[in-house]
């Protein structure tokens, strides 16, 4: 039988197959490779003969993506969740998030919560700034539910990761979409403006269909791996469609003179926020490469 693994605990992995969830243990031969089974993984599994003994996870199909941090794969869609307050957006954060799910070659989105605490009508200002990127833009309040429908349309037929910050209201969006997950949510510390962590392992449930959501640990840092400053440039959508237009191939849009780039962030084309995080990534990456 064939099936998708959507929580492993002890040593134990919970398979879904044809609306059933099934208890399996892995064959030793994935130890002896190297290979760990990961929530998300498509498998062949064989039914267990007695019901006291567990089904035997025999084959892990290819992965077409996978994640370290949270340890889950073949993600369809990266729903990065940000409160418009409470607490404020780190948009250096969100830059570094975006960056490392295109390395991974996984798409993403961008959802804004809590618009219902936006009495400022800052809003538009960071929509703003990632739809002239070229991200998908989405908003949403667990209190007045605006939004919720929409949202639940979005993410049909999609493997989609809630990631983003604590306390941005993962957990409570996860408990709205799909009362079953049940899921324990946290409060906003007023000292530190940071969520209580309340997420602690990958899971993914089920929302009907090929439909999976997976809330994910917040992360408070991105790490990525394996990243050159010859990169970068191409994980920026609005830089990326800048490339060729530099007077110097292979610009790097640091300090080169007649670079479109640097132009197009003084004029407004490219936000300055965006641009100052593509700045410090390549700062960042040129001082690791040091050591």
């Known amino acids: 039988?064939?099936?998708?693994?959507?929580?492993?605990?002890?040593?134990?992995?919970?398979?879904?197959?044809?609306?059933?969830?099934?208890?399996?243990r892995a064959r030793g031969i994935f130890r002896r490779e190297g290979l760990k089974p990961l929530v998300g993984d498509l498998v062949r599994f064989e039914m267990a003969e007695t019901s006291d003994s567990e089904s035997n996870i025999e084959e892990i199909y290819p992965r077409k993506n996978e994640l370290i941090r949270p340890a889950v794969?073949?993600?369809?869609?990266?729903?990065?969740?940000?409160?418009?307050?409470?607490?404020?957006?780190?948009?250096?954060?969100?830059?570094?998030?975006?960056?490392?799910?295109?390395?991974?070659?996984?798409?993403?989105?961008?959802?804004?919560n809590k618009i219902d605490l936006d009495e400022e009508d800052v809003l538009p200002e960071y929509a703003g700034i990632y739809d002239r990127a070229g991200y998908r833009t989405m908003f949403s309040s667990t209190v007045d539910k605006r939004g919720i429908s929409g949202l639940k349309e979005f993410l049909k037929g999609k493997t989609?990761?809630?990631?983003?910050?604590?306390?941005?209201?993962?957990?409570?969006?996860?408990?709205?979409?799909?009362?079953?997950?049940?899921?324990?949510?946290?409060?906003i510390s007023r000292k530190i403006e940071r969520?209580?962590?309340?997420?602690?392992h990958s899971e993914l449930f089920r929302l009907g269909g090929?439909?999976?959501?997976?809330?994910?640990?917040?992360?408070t840092s991105v790490f990525l791996e394996n990243s050159t400053e010859d990169d970068i440039r191409f994980f920026f959508p609005e830089i990326g469609r800048l490339e060729g237009a530099c007077h110097y191939s292979g610009c790097?849009?640091?300090?080169?003179?007649?670079?479109?780039?640097?132009?197009?962030?003084?004029?407004?084309?490219?936000?300055?926020?965006?641009?100052?995080?593509?700045?410090?990534?390549?700062?960042?990456?040129?001082?690791?490469?040091?050591?």
């Open 252 to 291: 790097r849009h640091l300090s080169e003179p007649g670079c479109a780039v640097r132009e197009a962030a003084a004029n407004g084309t490219i936000s300055a926020s965006r641009y100052e995080s593509y700045r410090k990534i390549m700062s960042e990456i040129k001082e690791k490469r040091k050591y």
């Open 160 to 187: 989609t990761v809630l990631a983003g910050p604590s306390g941005a209201g993962k957990s409570t969006l996860t408990n709205l979409i799909c009362p079953e997950a049940n899921m324990v949510t946290g409060d």
């Open 195 to 200: 969520g209580k962590q309340t997420t602690r």
């Open 1 to 24: 039988m064939n099936g998708k693994i959507i929580k492993g605990i002890a040593g134990f992995y919970m398979v879904s197959c044809g609306g059933a969830v099934y208890t399996c």
């Open 210 to 219: 090929e439909t999976y959501l997976c809330d994910t640990p917040g992360f």
């Open 73 to 112: 794969s073949n993600v369809d869609l990266a729903l990065i969740v940000l409160a418009v307050k409470k607490p404020d957006p780190q948009l250096y954060l969100l830059d570094k998030y975006l960056v490392s799910m295109a390395q991974r070659n996984i798409p993403a989105a961008i959802l804004w």
